[in-house]
């Protein structure tokens, strides 16, 4: 079945850059998402990349993908203190419909003052 | 984009009893499910609820335990019944919705549940 695995901590200091990174395993993902969970609060889409695109930058962040290696990052920029939170990387084969999307177990990155 | 809200937004509950959990959205929207996240773990899809039918669940979940209604395209609730301490857990009700590219998928707060 699918699989999406993410390292589970990350440590960096506030002003450097961050890199989460995730590896899927379904070869037909089609869609790759990131998505920040905050400590109490629900999951909130930050951004996504198609499967047919190498980059993706919006403003601080910066998605990657290298599919042949099946491998997805996410660069945070000039890293805050407020970007303190868990970041989930999730995929599904297609957008539409009542396709599952599979998500990551979250990586917990914490941003040193 | 969708704005979701969860009531409640946690509790503690005993063994054996049941909590229901509602979930409302700002928009009517076609697709609604409710996950589980189990600390530690990675996000679990229950079910996905569906309007004026029986909600289709995933491997694992069955209806006694986790019934789900969803009388209308804003509204649903979750029950977990019968509770046992591992059915401790976040659960989050999610929504998919059609944005300028494609469908975006959106989380509520979700309900914080202890089971004591």
């Known amino acids: 079945g699918e699989d999406v695995e993410q390292s589970l901590f990350l440590s960096v200091r506030e002003g450097d850059s961050s890199v989460i990174n995730c590896t899927y395993t379904d070869s037909s993902s089609t869609y790759l998402y990131w998505y920040k969970q905050e400590p109490g609060a629900g999951l909130q889409l930050l951004t996504y990349i198609f499967s047919n695109m190498d980059m993706k930058q919006d403003q601080r962040l910066t998605v990657l993908l290298n599919k042949k290696d099946k491998h997805l990052s996410l660069r945070i920029a000039d890293t805050q203190t407020g970007d303190s939170a868990i970041y989930f990387c999730?995929?599904?084969?297609?957008?539409?419909?009542?396709?599952?999307?599979?998500f990551g177990i979250g990586t917990k990155l914490q941003v040193i003052p | 984009s969708a704005v979701i809200s969860q009531k409640p937004s946690r509790d503690i509950c005993q063994r054996g009893t049941s909590l229901t959990i509602q979930c409302q959205v700002d928009s009517q929207v076609t697709m609604m499910f409710w996950y589980r996240q189990q600390p530690g773990q990675s996000l679990t899809l229950i079910a996905t609820?569906?309007?004026?039918?029986?909600?289709?669940?995933e491997s694992g979940f069955v209806i006694d335990k986790f019934p789900i209604s969803r009388p209308n395209l804003t509204f649903s609730t979750l029950t977990v019944s019968n509770m046992s301490p591992e059915d401790s857990s976040i659960y989050l009700c999610?929504?998919?919705?059609?944005?300028?590219?494609?469908?975006?998928?959106?989380f509520g707060p979700g309900t914080r549940l202890t089971v004591t």
């Open positions: 609820a569906n309007q004026g039918s029986e909600a289709t669940y």
């Open positions: 999730a995929e599904t084969p297609n957008s539409g419909g009542y396709q599952k999307v599979t």
């Open positions: 999610s929504v998919r919705t059609l944005g300028p590219f494609l469908y975006e998928q959106y």
